[in-house]
């Protein structure tokens, strides 16, 4: 059974970075994909950023591109979520999820083709 554990959380003040990391344990398979998601506060969860680990393509959501980079380490099972210029906007919960049915492309920040999640760290924007 995968498990993901999600770290980096805090509180920056605006067009401050903060780096998330997801470290993905019981993976047996070469090829999965992890995700980004966020949910702030009374809005539904929306995808940020996807990529899979064996051939490091990634795909981000078009209102994410520019501001935020991932990347995955595959020897360590871990991906990373590099937030840069963060805006209070940003301030939500970011989740990390586990799919081996995604591909990093249009359609692949669906949070129902994800089938491991993480609990969630906070990242709070605010001056």
């Known amino acids: 059974q995968v498990q993901l554990v999600e770290s980096g959380r805090g509180l920056v003040q605006p067009g401050e970075s903060l780096t998330l990391s997801c470290v993905a344990s019981?993976?047996?398979?070469?090829?999965?994909?992890i995700a980004w998601f966020r949910q702030a506060p009374g809005k539904e969860r929306e995808g940020v950023s996807c990529?899979?680990?064996?051939?490091?393509?990634?795909f981000y959501a078009d209102s994410m591109k520019g501001r935020f980079t991932i990347s995955s380490d595959s020897h360590k099972n871990t991906v990373h979520l590099r937030l840069n210029d963060l805006k209070p906007e940003d301030t939500a919960v970011y989740y990390c999820?586990?799919?081996?049915?995604?591909?990093?492309?249009?359609?692949?920040?669906?949070?129902?083709?994800?089938?491991?999640w993480g609990q969630g760290t906070q990242v709070t924007v605010s001056s």
């Open positions: 999820a586990y799919s081996v049915n995604a591909v990093p492309a249009t359609g692949a920040l669906i949070p129902q083709i994800y089938t491991a």
């Open positions: 019981g993976v047996a398979l070469d090829y999965y994909v």
């Open positions: 990529i899979s680990p064996y051939d490091e393509k990634a």
